[in-house]
């Protein structure tokens, strides 16, 4: 993740242990399951493994290469932020 996303971001996430050891606890925000502050980025997550199934399963449209994953990964995901707006 960029620095400055990292300087200038929150992290809404449930109450598993884990994230404790791995982010900053001054940008944490713990919920409880069911308190709907991790419904957007959860919305989000399934939108991409909606639209670019390569991420979820060995198929036909699997590719090999990282650099076909990242630009695959930038169009559904640059498509998926104009339906936005």
Request: hydrophobic share 30%; aromatic share 12%.
């Given at each position: 993740?960029?620095?400055?996303?990292?300087?200038?971001?929150?992290?809404?996430?449930?109450?598993?242990?884990?994230?404790?050891?791995?982010?900053?606890?001054?940008?944490?925000?713990?919920?409880?399951?069911?308190?709907?502050?991790?419904?957007?980025?959860?919305?989000?997550?399934c939108?991409?493994?909606?639209?670019?199934?390569m991420?979820?399963?060995?198929?036909?449209?699997?590719?090999?290469?990282?650099?076909?994953?990242?630009?695959?990964?930038?169009?559904?995901i640059?498509?998926?932020?104009?339906?936005?707006?």
């Amino acid at each position: 993740m960029p620095r400055r996303y990292r300087r200038h971001c929150w992290y809404f996430t449930d109450r598993w242990n884990a994230y404790t050891n791995v982010l900053p606890r001054w940008r944490h925000c713990p919920y409880l399951k069911g308190e709907g502050q991790t419904s957007i980025v959860e919305a989000s997550n399934c939108s991409l493994r909606q639209r670019c199934g390569m991420l979820v399963r060995k198929s036909c449209s699997f590719s090999k290469s990282l650099a076909i994953h990242t630009a695959r990964i930038k169009i559904v995901i640059d498509n998926y932020t104009l339906t936005l707006n």
